[in-house]
């Protein structure tokens, strides 16, 4: 029996979350920077506590206009507070909720940055340490993101994307690029099954990789996003892959 942790970005202003919520064993919530309020935020960790699933924060650059997806080259210290400060207004709310954050993944440009900038890595890494040091950080297999952690002492969680392409160097393609993203649900499914499997993936030259295998992000942004969760589960479960938390 395979294991893997599958978790989604929530609390970012879809119509998603709620029915998203019973096919995943980990949120991710945005924590009111890229996107979400202190009202979104509380009703998403309700509805995982309610679903038993594990609570993380989802911190991003200060950027709504472009949903944290534009590339900043902010002072690290700025990094750190912005980090430190959207983690503790969650952990607030989740204690409220009688509930504890799990782990820590950065959004979209400063997630992709730490994965290849070393000394931003380790600025968002110590900024999760000092905040919590039991929590657990998410970041891109194979990545500066996961050096950096362990690096700073700090668990980490090696994350992969099923409807993302790689690149030759572990690296995910560039939105960008018009190749980015893939659409068809079997290729999907099939690119899923082959990571947490057999830990290793194609790249758009073709080329199998090794790749580490925690946690698999399922975007639940898309159109067909619950419809995809449902399929997804029903073929993890044909493959005898089991869905559950990092911590168990």
Do not use: W
């Amino acid at each position: 029996m395979f294991y893997v942790d599958l978790n989604c970005d929530l609390g970012e202003g879809f119509e998603n979350d709620a029915a998203l919520m019973r096919y995943i064993s980990s949120a991710n919530i945005a924590c009111g920077a890229h996107a979400g309020d202190m009202d979104t935020m509380k009703r998403t960790v309700d509805l995982a506590v309610e679903h038993g699933v594990a609570i993380g924060a989802h911190p991003g650059y200060p950027d709504r206009d472009n949903f944290g997806r534009t590339a900043k080259n902010l002072p690290l210290s700025d990094v750190s507070s912005i980090v430190t400060e959207q983690i503790i207004s969650l952990a607030n709310i989740a204690e409220a909720a009688g509930a504890k954050l799990s782990h820590v993944k950065p959004h979209g440009a400063l997630y992709n940055q730490a994965a290849r900038d070393i000394d931003l890595a380790t600025a968002i890494a110590k900024a999760v340490l000092a905040v919590d040091d039991s929590l657990i950080l998410y970041g891109l297999s194979g990545s500066l993101s996961i050096d950096a952690a362990t690096q700073c002492g700090l668990a980490s969680a090696s994350e992969v994307f099923a409807d993302r392409t790689y690149l030759n160097d572990g690296s995910l393609t560039p939105r960008s690029e018009p190749n980015a993203l893939i659409y068809d649900r079997e290729i999907t499914i099939n690119q899923a099954l082959d990571m947490i499997k057999y830990c290793r993936v194609k790249t758009i030259e073709s080329i199998m990789i090794h790749i580490q295998v925690d946690t698999i992000c399922l975007h639940g942004d898309g159109e067909h996003a619950v419809d995809f969760a449902s399929y997804l589960r029903q073929r993890f479960d044909e493959s005898g892959i089991g869905v559950r938390s990092i911590n168990g």
